[in-house]
Nanobody, 117 residues
């Protein structure tokens, strides 16, 4: 079973940047896709961005143009580059590995991102 560990969360001011990393302990190359989700305090977990095994990317409208997802299979790592951060980006960010089979996805434990002045 692959384990996912996120890192890179921090407290930044509005307009700042952060890069999150999701390291897979076990190969992530065989997964259908990797994705980032986030959950703000008192809210439902929501989709942020996704990258397929072929490298196709997709973003939620709220982050399009500001966030960028990428992968490095040699390092078993997926990144989320976050620029022009807003207060409303404050949340715990989770990494998700989607399987080709009907098995449930794998989630990481999350990393906190706080954007405040």
């Amino acid at each position: 079973q692959v384990q996912l560990v996120e890192s890179g969360g921090d407290s930044v001011q509005p307009g700042g940047s952060l890069r999150l990393a999701c390291v897979g302990y076990g190969s992530i190359a065989g997964f259908k896709a990797m994705a980032w989700y986030r959950q703000a305090l008192g809210k439902e977990r929501e989709y942020v961005a996704r990258i397929t095994g072929y490298g196709a990317t997709n973003y939620d409208d709220s982050v399009k143009g500001r966030f960028s997802i990428s992968k490095d299979f040699a390092k078993n790592t997926v990144y989320l580059q976050m620029n022009s951060l807003k207060v409303e980006d404050t949340a715990v960010y989770y990494c998700k590995a989607e399987r080709y089979s009907a098995s449930p996805p794998i989630w990481g434990q999350g990393t906190q991102v706080t954007v405040s002045s």
